[in-house]
């Protein structure tokens, strides 16, 4: 099992940036892959930024060129390095692990962009 702690949400104008960190519980390179989700009022939660232990990344197309994941092993944490923020990235971010055939959620951490 697994535990999940986001930290690095908050309020920031268009154009700011903001870094998410999420904080396993256990060693991040065991884990398959981990990423970051969010999902915004009315919508369904979407994939932002997955990085597969063996170093991989997707990103969704709204957010390429403005996001980058990254990953500390030593310190257990995945991070998500975001700029140029608009305000349709307004949305809570959820930390994700996947690991065989579990998967594993943060508690959520909410990003909200000011016009």
């Known amino acids: 099992q697994v535990q999940l702690v986001e930290s690095g949400g908050g309020l920031v104008q268009a154009g700011g940036s903001l870094r998410l960190s999420c904080e396993a519980s256990?060693?991040?390179?065991?884990?398959?892959?981990m990423g970051w989700y969010r999902q915004a009022p009315g919508k369904q939660r979407e994939l932002v930024a997955r990085?597969?232990?063996?170093?991989?990344?997707d990103y969704a197309d709204s957010v390429k060129g403005r996001f980058t994941i990254s990953r500390d092993v030593a310190k257990n944490t995945v991070d998500l390095q975001m700029n140029n923020l608009k305000p349709e990235d307004t949305a809570i971010y959820y930390c994700n692990a996947a690991w065989g055939i579990y998967d594993y959620w943060g508690q959520g951490t909410q990003v909200t962009v000011s016009s």
């Open positions: 990085r597969t232990s063996r170093g991989s990344t």
């Open positions: 256990r060693r991040i390179y065991a884990i398959d892959a």
